[in-house]
């Protein structure tokens, strides 16, 4: 008999939370929303308040609150959001040394209970916890990724549609590298409708969303005092979708490259196509000298914190 896919959500805090929400309102499987035995109460209580909600709205959904790795045994997918979040005046580094600890434990136990998921990385600083967890659990490179790139180029794909005046749906944007702030917006693959943005944005309000997009996560940590929540889900669902239905969605995304680009051994945000195979390819695309210099920088920045976290 067809049976319901699977989903794990690691951590259920806000992240984890919308998340849960958006699998079951998309009717995406059933869902267990994990966390630590200090917040399982919290984990029970959301993933009740989400099955009454489905009652509401009309969705049928399973959802059970868990710290009990055994409850997530089997996920078709897991999504994970366990770590400390950003405060104000904390940079995605910053969370380097405690972040690494917990991310290093749920591989363990993603070993175990979860060894034919795809799993997809949310936890900051996002390069460097999707790059541990694939050393430690040993899983394929199609089978994790880190989700980073969806994220940053929708916040460029909003900031582009408000300097046109026009609907975020007509714009097409696209943000490489690593999560932080040596991203690569990559303008000369933004188009509005087709029309290459250049011809409708002005060049100094080019240069000024470029620099708002790369510190758009701190921009919002500053006023919430905690990091996004709502965009960040919705890109994970949207890989995750992709995943479960073989959308063969071309996404920017955190992917280990073995070659591509000219890095080998890291993961880093570029464009790849996911599918039931996971990570089915990574799109090779021409950039400008500039745009590759600012590529090889970002790598650099990232592998600057994977060697510091090897030290840890």
Known sequence: MPRRNKIALIGAGNIGGELAALCARNELGDVVLFDIPEKEGVAKGKALDLEQNGAVLGHDAKITGSSNWADCAGADVVI?????????????DDLLSVNLKIIRNVAENLKKHCPDAFVIVVSNPLDVMVYELKKVTGFAANKVVGMAGILDSARFQHFLAEAAGVSNKDVRAMVLGGHGDTMVPVISYCTINGIPVKQLVAADK?????DRTRNGGGEIVKLMGTSA?????????????????????????AAYLDGQYGFKDIYLGVPIVIGAGGVEKIVAIELSAEEKAMLDKSAAAVR????AGKKL
């Open 304 to 307: 600057e914190v994977i060697e």
């Open 206 to 210: 080019l240069a000024a969303i470029v």
């Open 229 to 253: 929540f709502l965009a960040p889900a919705t890109s994970a669902i949207q890989m995750a979708t992709a995943y479960l239905k073989d959308q063969k969605r071309l996404l920017a995304c």
């Open 80 to 92: 994970i959001t366990a770590g400390v979040p950003r405060k104000p005046g904390m940079s995605r």
